[in-house]
């Protein structure tokens, strides 16, 4: 290992940062380092260098101005990234059409980082997965391929993100940053190395499996909120009741958990915790609680399916629908795991027309992605409309917009409760 600490060498710039995986997690932490130490950018999409090179997000979640004066270089090239001596490996952690946790990413990036590791180098994983993926899976890797060995030739470490896409107010900077090391020097260093850009301070946690842990709790526990919410509102429609009535009420006592029912889609919650299940089976834990939300919450996209078909088919021979929002959450163009998504196929497969349309989704990625192809507007004469997300130009709309673009008799959709109380002319449901 090197007499200088990898901190002092970043900060005297005579080692640089790299980050592996340029999307919504990687590219922000990579431009705030920026600031500080010279960064190397690093992703295998060659087309998403050349736009970060020219200063364009391809998540669009960063604005131009966020590129310039900044000490990076955007690279796909495995020699520039051997300057680097501390590495952040930011990649995607999927899960695949079984709900199996998906490592190839993270394995993929472990291969990449082993090849260029030396002593004396530091590898954070920021990846969100189950707790002892890095050093049972990730680990192995970066030894085999460097042939250096962890605690005697490199320091390792692990940081889970706490990225919230469409977010200004809570960043990288304001969200106090969990982290942890191989020992106790390492976790110094690495602690030292995110307070250079966490203004709100760094929680060192006591062992790496302990940081993977409390990462995959935190999506984990929203998915049990939210899968309350919507078994309640499975419930509550069943007895006429409108669930944010009911929320609205409860939420007058101090101590309520403010939750609400909806589609659970993105690349966090509707994932990680099948992580934690994937891991407990291993271990001959069958889990009951987690599993069972993950059930409610992957069912409500078809039981909203459901029933807009049993209404539109009710009253129209040749039923349409627009579908507004395709994107996992609002304000953002993520339409990674969208839900709405299941719902739009169930719908195609009892011959109903469905037009989806989003202010922020890319038809290309839609289209690539899902096999959809988004309209610019709806065409109007739908007996059905759904809102999925609350994005910035839907909350607005008004009854008369509505009224406009629908048949009469027509149901209006509204799953996230936007126009609770604004529909008159047609028939209104929420979750």
């Known amino acids: 290992m090197q007499d200088q600490k990898v901190y002092d060498r970043l900060t005297s710039k005579n080692t640089k940062l790299a980050v592996i995986g340029l999307g919504y997690v990687g590219l922000p932490i990579a431009l705030e380092f920026a600031k500080k130490i010279s960064v190397i950018g690093f992703d295998i999409n060659r087309e998403r260098i050349g736009m970060m090179r020219n200063g364009v997000d391809p998540s669009k979640e960063v604005a131009a101005e966020e590129f ?51 002593p004396g180098d530091y590898v954070v994983y920021e990846s969100t997965t189950y707790p002892g993926c890095t050093e049972e899976d990730c680990l192995p890797v970066l030894e085999k391929v460097s042939g250096l060995k962890m605690g005697k030739d490199f320091c390792l470490g692990y940081s889970p993100e706490r990225i919230n896409p469409g977010d200004k107010k809570n960043t990288l900077r304001t969200i106090v940053k969990v982290v942890s ?33 409390s990462k995959i709790v935190e999506n984990t526990q929203r998915d049990l909120n939210i899968g309350l919410m919507n078994e309640l509102s499975l419930i509550f429609d069943r007895m006429g009741i409108n669930t944010y009535d009911v929320i609205a009420a409860a939420g007058t006592k101090w101590n309520f958990l403010r939750f609400f029912p909806g589609l659970v889609g993105g690349h966090c919650i509707g994932v990680d915790p099948y992580y934690l299940t994937y891991k407990a089976a291993a271990l001959g834990y069958e889990s009951k609680i987690i599993s069972s939300s993950r059930y409610i919450n992957d069912d409500m996209a078809k039981y909203v399916a459901r029933k807009l078909i049993r209404h539109v088919v009710r009253i129209s021979n040749e039923p349409r629908i627009l579908v507004k929002g395709v994107t996992f959450k609002e304000n953002v163009s993520d339409i990674r795991n969208s839900k709405i998504v299941d719902t739009v196929k169930e719908l195609l497969a009892f011959n109903i027309t469905v037009d989806v349309e989003d202010p922020y989704a890319m038809d290309a990625e839609v289209r690539e992605e899902y096999g959809l192809k988004l309209v610019r507007e709806g065409a109007g004469n739908y007996d059905a409309v759904i809102i999925t997300v609350p994005h910035s130009p839907y909350v607005g709309l008004d009854d008369a917009y509505f009224t406009s673009i629908t048949r009469e008799g027509a149901l209006i959709a509204d799953l996230r409760g936007i126009y609770k109380n604004k529909i008159i002319n047609r028939k209104y449901w929420s979750l």
């Not at 680097?84 to 990036?109: E, Q, R, S």
């Not at 090391?181 to 966490?198: R, S």
């Open 68 to 118: 310039k004066d900044r000490d990076i270089v955007f690279t796909d090239d495995l020699t520039v990234l051997k300057e680097a001596g501390f590495f952040i490996v930011a990649v995607p952690t999927p899960v695949d059409k079984h709900n199996v946790p998906d490592l190839k990413p993270l394995l993929g990036a472990s291969d990449t980082v082993g090849k260029v590791l030396k």
């Open 181 to 213: 090391g191989n020992d106790e020097d390492a976790l110094e260093q690495i602690a030292k190395t995110y307070e250079l850009v966490v203004d709100a301070g760094v929680h060192r946690a006591p062992s790496i499996k302990v940081a993977e842990a």
